[in-house]
């Protein structure tokens, strides 16, 4: 049940929604009780619950021309951390369950990736394309400490020399630094940690159940010295909420390592919009309106704009000063040299030794 102020402390989404396809007419044990992040809060006190499934493939071609990505691998399905404005809730309704609650309360897990993946890097046909882990949901949420699935995977990886690439918010990644720096000398690997604001406070309405602005700076931090690539990503900004944090973010994430800073414009896709608002009105009724005034002007009116390119761009004045903004931050703070494309020669090599000899 909502606390007695009415929200779920230690969650993001504030409310069950249906789900599109079908209502579910059954109900599924609790497994496990998680450890709620939120000192001082009462956590929610519906239980996370954990199952496996088994799929027949893991690596998953990414068709949006505009993500950044040709490949995505999620040992994870449903995420655990609860950030509000997450556009991964709708796929969570393609598994039966809702895109709020029922998002961050039902982790769907693939202890079988590592076969799979190793099968995938196997194949003949396989061409050695950057693989992303977390193209759709976190690959280090709190789980991944008991099951460590995306180590193993990171293992297979390794021994593939495939080149690889990282999205997180989860500071539990400075766990597999042994694999990472082997990757690295390889140049087979680069990680983007998610950092979507400086203030702790606004993290904790966000992103409830994820690691601390200062553990993920320290990750940056790690991570960098050790040699592996590491870029920032501010996503997305949130007119009114984090979008007057550009510079002194940029700045800060610079100074902690960081060799690049990405962004994008929120937008309320599917039924994030009904999630977004629900929570809106709940924990920051003063700026509501506002927010989601901003936002809208960001997609010419509406709270959401499937444009392929302009989508996560945003348009109009307002996303134009946040573009502007990023351009002044990265051409003052951040170095100008980028790292290099991942190399793919190793894994060539490895998967037919006889292209050594030419």
């Known amino acids: 049940m909502p606390s007695p102020e009415g929200t779920y402390k230690g969650r993001g989404a504030q409310k069950k929604v249906s789900n599109r396809f079908f209502d579910l007419s059954h109900e599924q044990r609790d497994d496990f009780l998680n450890y709620c992040m939120l000192e001082g809060e009462a956590a929610d006190s519906e239980q996370t619950k954990y199952l496996e499934v088994f799929p027949k493939s893991f690596v998953n071609k990414v068709n949006s021309p505009d993500v950044g990505m040709g490949y995505s691998a999620n040992p994870y399905q449903g995420c655990e951390h609860g950030c509000v404005y997450c556009y991964a809730r709708n796929s969570h309704e393609y598994w039966g369950y809702g895109a709020g609650l029922d998002f961050e309360r039902n982790i769907l897990v693939k202890k079988n990736a590592p076969l799979l993946l190793d099968q995938k890097l196997r194949s003949k046909s396989w061409q050695p394309h950057t693989i992303i882990f ?6 280090y949420q709190p789980v991944e400490r008991k099951l460590q ?4 995977c990171l293992e297979v990886m390794l021994s593939w020399k495939h080149p690889t690439g990282i999205i997180t918010k989860n500071a539990l990644i400075l766990r597999d630094l042994d694999l990472l720096q082997e990757m690295a000398a ?15 406070k606004t993290r ?3 992103e409830p159940r994820t690691a601390t602005i200062k553990q993920r700076l320290k ?3 790690v991570l960098s010295k050790a040699g592996i690539p590491v870029r920032v990503m501010m996503a997305p900004i949130i007119p009114a909420l ?3 944090e550009i510079l002194p973010l940029v700045k800060t994430v610079a100074k902690a390592g960081a060799c690049d800073v990405s ?11 009904t999630i977004f608002k629900d929570w809106a009105y709940k924990t920051i009724p003063d700026r509501a309106d506002r927010i989601l005034n901003q936002i809208a ?3 010419g009116g509406k709270l959401n704009d499937s444009e392929w390119g302009r989508r996560i761009k945003g348009s109009g004045n307002f996303a134009e000063q946040l573009h502007a903004s990023m351009k002044i931050a990265k051409k003052r703070f951040l170095p100008a040299i980028k790292p290099p494309e991942l190399e793919t020669s190793h894994y060539l090599q490895l998967k037919d030794p006889q292209l050594s000899f030419f």
Do not use: M, P, W, Y
Not at 134 to 139: A, E, I, V
Not at 149 to 152: G, H, P
Not at 263 to 273: C, D, K, P, S, Y
């Open 204 to 206: 904790r309405l966000l």
């Open 149 to 152: 699935i995306t180590r193993k």
């Open 219 to 221: 990750a940056v931090e």
């Open 263 to 273: 962004f994008t414009v929120v937008r309320l896709n599917g039924q994030i919009a």
């Open 186 to 200: 390889l140049n087979t690997i680069t990680v983007n940690i998610s950092i979507t604001t400086l203030s702790e």
């Open 134 to 139: 977390s193209g759709n949901t976190d690959c």
């Open 297 to 299: 002007e960001c997609h």
């Open 242 to 244: 984090n979008s007057h």
